[in-house]
Structures are given as structure tokens and as C-alpha cells.
């Protein structure tokens, strides 16, 4: 079974306005982790934001921020102001508490393209 | 930046021959990943691990055997290659020791076409 879903394949957004990324998890395990990851046509592969499953709060950093819904199983992405810059693939993945091996289980990734 | 250098960056090789692609970091990290992304299949992992000669089996490990010998370098081979080894492979380094909320850094790639 799928383990991480992003429904969208590819976005369109004009700069200066907010995009939202989804990504739905499934896991039995109370304890996990979310992670986002950018990458723009050079290749790398770059990371943006973590939320714990016990986090009290939605994670930010700069631009980016997480909408989390434990209920829902769904950690969105939230870039706020697009810049050029952010027209890359993004992935949404995931930590299971119970490994003891820090794997990551990674979605398919979605294609955001910033308009000017 | 994590130091994680894999080589080489590209490859193209036939069908049948064999490949060994190398990961090699600077951070002292006790895990290390390997995994392929392909079109609509986001990155899946191949094998890893989580300590000299000590590895496991990813979700697509088939066609696939790793080796660590020392903690800086991880390799992957494909003894016998085929079309559908295809893929662009990242090598990923994890800070465990500082905590579960550690991210995996990646290495750059390496672009792999198998003829």
C-alpha cells in the first residue's frame, strides 16, 4: 500500500501568491515524521520542513509551512509569496517511529511552476 | 552543505554488463541510502545501511547488492544491468544520532542509461 500520496502531478501558480502542496500519509505507528523535500531542475534534492506526529504546532520555515491534519493523515505544504525560484518538484515523505533505520518512504512529487 | 560526493555522475552502458556506482561522505554518518527516481515513482530505496557490513534490503532491492566496507563509502552494484535499471540514483546520508526528526541529505545524483 501506499504509504504517502500527492495526488497533483503538476501546478500552476502565479508569483507573488500562495501555493498549496498536498500530501496524505498512511501509517498504524503514533509516532512519525514528515518531511519535504525540493527539487529544481539542476537535480539536488533539498530539504524544507519537518512536523513530528506529537508536534502541538504547524512547522514554518521562511515561505514554507506545514497545514497538518493527524486526524486526516494530511501534512500540506504551503509555499506563501512563489517566487521564480520555487518552480521545482516537490516530495512529500515520510519517518515510521517504529523503524530503527530512519527510512524514508518518499510520494511521487509534484510539479510546481511559478508564473511571472 | 553535507559532504556527500557520488561518481560517477553519468553513465551509459549495455545491457548485461556490470555497474558500480559509489557514495562517498565526509559527515562520519553511521546510515547511508541508496534509492532510484523514476517518473511517478518518487524515490524509492534500493538498500541502506546503518553501519560497516551491515546493510539491508529496500523496497526494490532486485538486480541490486550494496557494500560497506568502511563508514564513508557505500556502494551499488548491478551485476548484470538491464533497461529497466534506467534511473537517475541518489545516495542519501542520515544524521540518526542527533534524533528522529533529522533529515536525509542527498547527493547529487547520477544519471544512469543502460543501452
Known amino acids: 500500500a501506499q504509504k504517502i500520496t500527492q495526488t497533483q502531478p503538476g501546478m500552476f501558480v502565479q508569483e507573488k501568491e500562495a501555493v498549496t502542496l498536498d500530501c496524505t500519509y498512511d501509517?498504524?505507528?503514533?509516532?512519525?515524521?514528515l518531511f519535504w523535500y525540493k527539487q529544481p531542475s539542476s537535480g539536488e534534492m533539498i530539504f524544507l520542513i519537518y512536523q513530528g506526529s506529537y508536534d502541538q504546532q504547524n512547522a514554518t520555515e521562511g515561505r514554507y509551512s506545514l497545514n497538518f491534519q493527524k486526524a486526516r493523515k494530511s501534512a500540506n505544504l504551503v509555499i506563501s509569496a512563489s517566487q521564480l525560484g520555487d518552480s521545482a518538484m516537490y516530495f512529500c515523505a515520510m519517518r515510521e517511529g517504529g523503524s530503527t533505520d530512519y527510512k524514508l518512504s518518499f510520494g511521487a512529487g509534484t510539479t510546481v511552476t511559478v508564473r511571472a | 552543505d553535507a559532504g556527500i560526493t557520488q561518481s560517477p555522475r553519468h553513465k551509459v552502458t549495455e545491457t548485461g554488463t556490470p555497474v558500480t556506482l559509489r557514495c562517498h561522505q565526509t559527515?562520519?554518518?553511521?546510515?547511508m541510502y541508496w534509492y532510484r527516481q523514476d517518473p511517478g515513482h518518487g524515490l524509492r530505496l534500493i538498500h541502506y545501511?546503518?553501519?560497516?557490513?551491515?546493510?539491508d534490503k529496500g523496497e526494490v532491492s532486485d538486480g541490486y547488492s550494496v557494500s560497506r566496507s568502511k563508514t564513508e563509502d557505500f556502494l551499488l552494484t548491478l551485476e548484470s544491468a538491464t533497461s529497466s535499471q534506467t534511473s537517475v540514483y541518489f545516495c542519501?546520508?542520515?544524521?540518526?544520532?542527533?534524533?528522529?526528526?533529522?533529515?536525509?541529505?542527498f547527493g547529487d545524483g547520477t544519471r544512469l542509461s543502460i543501452l
Open positions: 501509517t498504524s505507528d503514533p509516532s512519525y515524521g
Open positions: 559527515e562520519n554518518h553511521r546510515y
Open positions: 542519501a546520508i542520515s544524521e540518526s544520532d542527533r534524533g528522529f526528526n533529522q533529515p536525509q541529505h
Open positions: 545501511s546503518y553501519g560497516v557490513k551491515d546493510t
